[in-house]
């Protein structure tokens, strides 16, 4: 099973702010089959990005996806006040699919 | 309007059986999978496995494998996930979310609450 490993668990920025965000595997992933999900109290996941880099359906710009192999980033440009919430990064690569353990940007 | 809307919540007791629903609309539900995710109170999300419903084909993460059973029913578009004999440990939202090979889990349910007390 491939264990996904996020960094920072928190993450304290104001609006406006760049948010970086690291997902790490515990071995490389084929075809970069890594997604990221924004989710917010009381609400289900929402996709932001798939396939590592590709932003999904309605997804600002703001929003994008990078890396490959074992390291990966989701980068939020210019913080908006909708994008405080918990951002978890998932693998569909493997066998078994796995979700990493969130990171949480809140407001400094 | 693409959704996939969830039975409602459920109360149950120790070594109950329980079955909830997953109901997709808006979409060829054969043409894709299903994921079944829990997320316990305050904490991350949990994959339990996968089925797609042209054919029944399944997948189940190893930590419940054995303790829960997907199934689907492609003539009313619906997808189940069902439990033999709860236990407390079964306690959880779990979510059921669509996926198409290439892309990813796109399209999510509101979300179920199984709670499970004596």
């Known amino acids: 099973e491939i264990v996904l490993t996020q960094s920072p668990g928190t993450l304290s920025l104001s609006p406006g702010d760049r948010a970086t965000l690291s997902c790490r595997a515990s071995r490389s992933l084929t075809s970069s089959k890594l997604a990221w999900y924004q989710q917010k109290p009381g609400q289900a996941p929402r996709l932001l990005i798939y396939?590592?880099?590709n932003r999904a359906t309605g997804i600002p710009d703001r929003f994008s996806g990078s890396g490959s192999g074992t390291d990966f980033t989701l980068t939020i440009n210019r913080l908006e006040p909708e994008d405080f919430a918990v951002y978890s990064c998932h693998q569909y690569g493997g066998f078994f699919w796995t979700f990493g353990g969130g990171t949480k940007v809140e407001i400094k | 309007e693409v959704q996939l809307v969830q039975s409602g919540a459920e109360v149950k007791k120790p070594g109950e059986s329980l079955k909830i629903s997953c109901k997709g609309s808006?979409?060829?539900?054969?043409?894709?999978?299903i994921v079944w995710v829990r997320q316990l109170p305050g904490k991350g999300l949990e994959w339990m496995g996968i089925i797609y419903p042209g054919d029944s084909d399944s997948r189940y993460s190893p930590s419940f494998q054995g303790q829960v059973t997907m199934s689907a029913d492609k003539s009313i578009s619906t997808a189940y996930l069902q439990w033999s004999s709860l236990k407390a440990s079964d306690i959880g939202l779990y979510y059921c979310a669509r996926h198409l090979d290439g892309y990813a889990m796109d399209v999510w349910g509101q979300g179920t609450t199984v709670t499970v007390s004596s």
């Open positions: 396939g590592a880099s």
């Open positions: 808006g979409y060829s539900f054969t043409n894709y999978w």
